[in-house]
């Protein structure tokens, strides 16, 4: 039976802890029941698959130039990040590296939601998202795509994948996430890239996050807009942080400045540090 929800976005179909929700303009969304919380919540799904993580990510540019370029899909969920960037390297005019794509995901319902609901899910219309759902892999026609699914708890399974070129960090909030966005997650993190040029993308601008990030050992760095967001945030190994680019976004002593005043400066989890110290004495904010 179809309900309307309170916002009367239609509820279309439900399973386990996800809804999936029919927006007005036509397509769809999952949501999660008990947090409330929706995959990319705050415009189209693809839209914000292409901007935030796909084009900024320069993962279809790297490839297409020859190397290899490792991206880890933390949060598989849908599949609309991963689905974005197979249609954007699929119509890329050149492919001569190859892009090998690994998804984290501990619940595949969302992705089984997607699948069964095309007419509003269009990536749901590709075969490689039921290949991933029914057996794990993926692979292109040529070769150039290589998609692999690590099923389990993300930071269980981080050392079995490629060492990363680029990692998208879409978990839920860390208030429902909460461990997957502390300083021992992310330090876990930076470890499993083995002292590689390798930078993470995520939609979260908090406070609590960056201070996360920095107190594990990641340089911190402004990241483009999504919807009402004005920024969202890019971090970088500290091999990665020494790029022109990557040193042109980083946060700066503003930023330290507001974070002293911010009632958000703990990071997130159990501290053994001082993290206070650890923030203010971090690299990116003593003069060059
Ligand atoms: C916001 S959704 C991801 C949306 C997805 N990136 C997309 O494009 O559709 C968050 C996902 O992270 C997954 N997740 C949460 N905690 C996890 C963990 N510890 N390990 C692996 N996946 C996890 C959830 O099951 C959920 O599917």
């Known amino acids: 039976m179809k309900t309307m929800n309170r916002d009367s976005f239609e509820i279309v179909d439900s399973s386990g802890h996800y809804q999936v929700i ?7 969304v999952i949501r999660h029941r008990d ?23 320069g993962a279809v540019k790297i490839a297409s130039s020859g190397d290899t370029c490792a991206v880890w899909d933390v949060g598989l969920g849908a599949g ?24 984290f995901e501990n619940d595949l319902t969302p992705l089984r939601l997607a699948l069964a609901h095309p007419e509003l899910f269009p990536h749901a219309r590709h075969e490689a998202p039921h290949a991933i759902c029914s057996g794990g892999t993926w692979r ?11 099923a389990g708890d993300f930071l269980d399974r981080l050392e079995d994948a490629p060492i990363p070129r680029v990692i998208w960090y879409d978990p839920f909030s860390y208030k ?37 990030m920095l107190c594990a050992g990641w340089h911190v760095g402004r990241g483009r807009g999504s919807g009402p967001k004005a920024e969202t945030t890019i971090a970088f190994t500290p091999q990665a942080a020494l790029a022109v680019d990557a040193r042109q976004s980083l946060l ?3 930023w330290l400045a507001r974070w002293e005043r911010s009632d958000a400066r703990r990071p997130i989890g159990d501290l053994t540090e001082d993290f206070e110290s650890a923030i203010r004495n971090h690299p990116q904010f003593l003069p060059s």
């Open 140 to 150: 292109s026609d040529d070769g150039s795509i290589i998609w692999e699914l690590l």
């Open 176 to 212: 429902v996430n909460t461990h997957l966005w502390s300083v021992a997650a992310f330090r876990d993190v930076l470890a499993a890239t083995k002292g590689a040029e390798s930078s993470l993308f995520t939609y979260s601008a908090s406070t609590a996050v960056r201070a996360s």
């Open 80 to 103: 609309t990040n991963a689905m974005e960037l197979i249609h954007s390297y699929e119509s890329a005019p050149r492919r001569e590296g190859v892009l090998r794509l690994t998804s």
């Open 35 to 57: 947090s409330g919380e929706s995959m990319h919540s705050v415009n189209e799904p693809a839209d914000e698959a292409r901007s935030l993580y796909v084009e900024q990510s």
């Open 252 to 254: 700066g002593r503003d």
């Open 22 to 28: 029919a927006r007005p303009q036509g397509y769809g």
